[in-house]
């Protein structure tokens, strides 16, 4: 599956975006997918991850309450919807799909989209 990245941004502490990821193939619904990020310096952290229907998601605690992930299936599209950013939520956001199981290591994740930029500043 490959899989793109899209939705960042420049913006203001407290606000919101929208990250969505368009993955390619018909196989879509047989992946776990994952939201990653990686800030300068620092290793690629667990963001959030939805299983394969969007019964079950779980978070990374410094973002629960204020992002939400979801699927849309028949898009064969993840999301990411953040609000109240904070400064330290500055990353390149990375998609990714897990064939298998249902985990927030990022070794676990077999396909990875291109990343998208976000950035908050105060």
């Known amino acids: 599956v490959q899989l793109q990245a899209s939705g960042g941004g420049l913006v203001q502490a407290g606000a919101s975006l929208r990250l969505s990821c368009a993955a390619s193939?018909?196989?879509?619904?047989?992946?776990?997918m994952g939201w990653f990020r990686q800030a300068p310096g620092k290793e690629r952290e667990f963001v959030a991850t939805?299983?394969?229907?969007?019964?079950?998601?779980w978070y990374e605690d410094s973002v629960k309450g204020r992002f939400t992930i979801s699927r849309d299936n028949a898009k064969n599209t993840v999301y990411l919807q953040m609000n109240s950013l904070k400064t330290e939520d500055t990353a390149v956001y990375y998609c990714?799909?897990?064939?298998?199981?249902?985990?927030?290591?990022?070794?676990?994740?077999?396909?990875w989209g291109q990343g998208t930029q976000v950035t908050v500043f105060s």
């Open positions: 990714a799909a897990d064939p298998k199981g249902f985990s927030r290591s990022p070794s676990r994740y077999a396909y």
């Open positions: 939805i299983n394969r229907s969007g019964g079950i998601t």
């Open positions: 193939g018909r196989t879509f619904s047989g992946y776990t």
